[in-house]
């Protein structure tokens, strides 16, 4: 990468930055001013004003198109569920269950947490947790002891 598409790039990352930064009303105008649909959640706002400095710095830098093809995804979502289990049972022998659904969206062109999405989910086959369970994943029998079950799409 030359240090003209490096200083294009980091200047389009500012301003990513800046779109995650500013209010709600704040992007309506900036989206307003260019003509561009003000309806939507705060990060569906986000991504049509980035979308929009991207297509222009783009247009004028068509380095930026390229490097743009090679990262097409502007976030990520990474998830690590965390599921029963017991020490004294063989893993052919034990029916994992999800008991927790965490999920942490992270933007790629400024490597910030977006948002994150946090749940507990009661096991069905087994709802108490085996001590092994409870020390392995820090998951007490409290957090999963009140919740509904998740639907299964057998």
């Known amino acids: 990468m030359s240090d003209e598409e490096s200083k294009l790039i980091s200047q389009l990352t500012k301003e990513y930055g ?3 930064s500013i209010s709600t ?3 309506k105008e900036e989206l307003s001013s260019f003509g561009l649909d003000t309806r939507g959640t705060v990060l569906v706002l986000q991504k049509r004003l980035k979308e929009h400095y991207r297509r222009v710095q783009s247009s004028t830098h068509p380095q ?6 090679k990262n097409p995804h502007s976030h990520y979502a990474v998830i ?6 017991d020490e004294n049972l063989p893993e052919t022998d034990f029916m994992h269950e999800i008991i927790e659904v965490p999920v942490v969206l992270v933007s790629t062109s400024t490597a910030e ?4 999405f946090h749940e ?3 096991p069905k086959m087994c709802p108490v947790l085996s001590p092994f369970c409870k020390k392995l994943t820090g998951i007490n ?14």
């Open 120 to 122: 507990y989910v009661k």
């Open 25 to 27: 009303r704040q992007l």
């Open 18 to 20: 800046r779109v995650h």
């Open 113 to 116: 947490i977006i948002d994150i």
């Open 141 to 154: 029998q409290v957090n999963v002891l009140s919740l509904t079950f998740l639907k299964s799409y057998e």
């Open 64 to 69: 930026i198109a390229i490097w743009h093809r």
């Open 80 to 85: 690590d569920f965390e599921a029963t289990c």
